[in-house]
């Protein structure tokens, strides 16, 4: 058969293949928008806690991955990636999909750790876009049974007497036990050692062991050891007595006013995230919060759950407040309600402290390493004594921007008004 014989036998062959490829891509085009319109979410959501498991953050994220798991009847999975003071975790969501899939839940370290690590390889502000705050954790300042001070003031005069031979361990550098223990140093002159840890169970482990004579530990880390009589609690750094420990009493009243530390934890999604997405994630992150069964879980391992929406008009996720620097105080400046934001920016001084003693160079992964910080000159206006609440910082805002435009609108008139006649 001729060649030319055999092409034209082919050719209806091939037209007919050509035409079924091209049905196919046809109805895999029509089909894109359904897929896009699955209801989301269509796939397990991955909530990323940078810390071990067992701590207050994780305690935390699993408490609310474990509720939208069945308000949306999909799995939320909580993804511990640990390393380098929650450094390892935030770049890991930080390079993810923008898909709403993928969920950081950070705590008070990653507003503090762009002063003390400025290299990092994502920028907290830029890269994130925040969904929710949700829970405060009190501080608790325990120590080893073989620590003679059995309150702050016997506390403070042992370290006097002896300089620098006592050390308080820490969930890790620039988290909200650090900066604590640094807040405390300052303002009671004492020389108290620091010795970060990869977490706070670690830093326990340790203390347990007699390696470190004390911790300002979060009060859901702490709290069972002294009620088993393993450790002994000497005072909580919140302003008020916590509801679970009422027979301790706080820093402030045991001879440092003013003295007050929490720690947080919050939820954020990689910028570029859908809008409707980030709105859904908010929305439902607060209904999980705002569980009567989810606040109880919390409140009984001392946790007070903080439900907080971001705020459309935001702009930035680290406020510069007038009590503290802006990396001290958490992210919620883009959130309705920013009282936490206050009353953490305590930490202010002390996380002065805290840049100056663990640059970029530090290593907070080595537990047994001390770090001495020695306390530095702060700007006038800075003293934890003087700050007060959120509730007050709010209304001294609204008063003084009252009384410029009463000032204004003063001016004004003066201006419009004729000159009185000369006598």
Known sequence: MKKQDIETQRGPLFTRRLCLAGGAAAAATLALPTLAQQPYPSRPVRFVVPFPAGGPVDTTGRAVAQKLTELWGQQAIVDNRAGAGGIVGAENVARSPADGYNVLVCSIHH?????????????????????????????????????????????????????????????????????????????????????????????????????????????????????????????????????????????????LPGYEAYSWAAFMAPAGTPKDIVQRLSADIGRALSDPQVKQRLFEVARRPRPARPRPSARRCT?????????????????????????????????????????????????????????????????????????????????????RALLRRRRRQAAGRPAPASA
């Open 111 to 255: 507003s503090v750790l762009p002063s003390l690590r400025p290299k990092l390889a994502y920028d907290i502000e830029r890269d994130f876009v925040p969904l929710s705050f949700g829970a405060m954790f009190p501080v608790v300042l325990v120590a080893h049974p073989s620590v003679p001070a059995r309150n702050v003031a016997e506390l403070i005069a042992l370290d006097k007497k002896s300089p620098g031979k006592l050390s308080f361990g820490s969930a890790g550098n620039g988290g909200g036990t650090h900066l604590a223990g640094e807040l405390f140093n300052m303002q009671a002159g004492t020389k108290l050692l620091h010795v970060p840890y990869k977490g706070s169970a670690p830093a326990m482990t340790d203390l347990l062991g007699g390696q470190v004579q004390l911790m300002f530990a979060d009060a859901p880390t702490a709290i069972p050891q002294i009620k088993g009589g393993k450790v002994r609690a000497i005072a909580v750094a919140s302003a008020r007595r916590s509801v679970l420990l009422p027979d301790v009493p706080t820093v402030a009243e045991s001879g």
């Open 319 to 403: 406020p510069r407040s007038r009590s503290g620097p802006r990396w001290c105080a958490p992210p919620t400046s883009r959130w309705t309600d920013d009282e936490p934001a206050a009353r953490t920016s305590t930490h202010g001084r002390a996380a002065a402290v805290a840049a100056r003693g663990c640059g970029a160079g530090a290593d907070d992964q080595q537990p047994g390493r001390a770090q001495r910080h020695a306390p530095v000159a702060l700007p006038h206006g800075h003293n934890a004594a003087a700050r007060g609440g959120a509730r007050q910082d709010r209304s001294r805002h609204r008063a003084d921007r009252r009384g």
